[in-house]
């Protein structure tokens, strides 16, 4: 809202801020990094046949990297992105993928899980960051925020009486003032899950093209069966499995298609 601080501003002072002036978009970007950019984003494509060789142990670390700088709602980064190593698992998880092609061949595949249920754990590990290990403890609009808001936003329990409090909370202050108003439900605690699950996909997908490899997302798929193959509690859910590698030229199976721009971006 305009005139109203934001808590998280106040992390612009912390020392583990290290995107210098000169590494945030500036003009200069239009001739450094516009023409990389352009070339990932439209040279990323759906590939469902790959020639199965693994991509270099490196280049992947360094596409995950690039994943987990994906923006997050409180920056709780509430997913977990599991690199599949170990050949049994993949063939595996090839199956409850039922047999795509795409992960079939797939050189590497990576599983994207929305992880709300780790809210707590992610939170305390985010103060401590923030705090230096409460050698400089939050103050402020942001000590609030982390320590009252987030905590109220994100919990949850057996009878629903969080979600009873969100509800009659929000209801209220609505009534005044326009107020965020979700999450309430469990429904809304899986749609911010899998937001920031996502958001982390699409950044690996354009790392691995920048890098000169291929991918394609795949959600048809047995989530709950490869939650359970890799012991994601019941709370956590599967978002995706990204297949990944090296592309066949046959791997591609269309022209790129997309709904006319009008159709998808609406100017107000
Ligand atoms: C969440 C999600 C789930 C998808 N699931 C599948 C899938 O199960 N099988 C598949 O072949 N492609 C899947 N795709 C790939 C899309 O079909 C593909 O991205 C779309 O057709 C556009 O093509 P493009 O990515 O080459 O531009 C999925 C994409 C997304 C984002």
Known sequence: ????????????????????????????????????????????????IFDGNPIPEDVMRDCLRDAVLAPSASNLQSYELIWV?????????????????SVTTAGDLVVVVSRVDLWRSHLEKLVALMTEDGKKPLKGPIRD??????????????????NFFRRVMFWYKRRSEPTVNEPIRRADHRVYGHIQASLAAENLML???????????????????????????????????????????????????????????REV
């Not at 912390?14 to 450094?32: A, I, M």
């Open 1 to 48: 809202m305009p005139g109203t601080p934001n808590p998280l501003s106040d992390m612009a002072n912390l020392k583990s801020t290290v995107v210098t002036k000169d590494e945030r978009p500036n003009p200069s970007f239009q001739d450094t990094a516009l023409p990389g950019f352009k070339k990932t984003v439209r040279g990323r494509r759906a590939i469902r």
């Open 145 to 162: 925020y982390y320590e009252n808001i987030v905590p109220m936003l994100m919990r949850t329990d057996r009878f629903g009486f969080n």
């Open 207 to 265: 790392s691995l093209a920048a890098h000169g490899y291929e991918s394609c997302p795949v959600g048809g798929i047995d989530k709950r069966a490869i939650g359970t193959l890799l012991n994601i509690p019941s709370s956590g859910e599967v978002t995706m499995v990204i297949g990944a590698g090296t592309g066949k030229p046959e791997g591609l199976f269309s022209a790129r298609l997309r709904l006319p721009y009008d159709d998808l971006v």
């Open 85 to 101: 190593r170990d050949d049994d698992v993949k063939k595996q998880i090839a199956g409850l993928c039922l047999d795509q092609p």
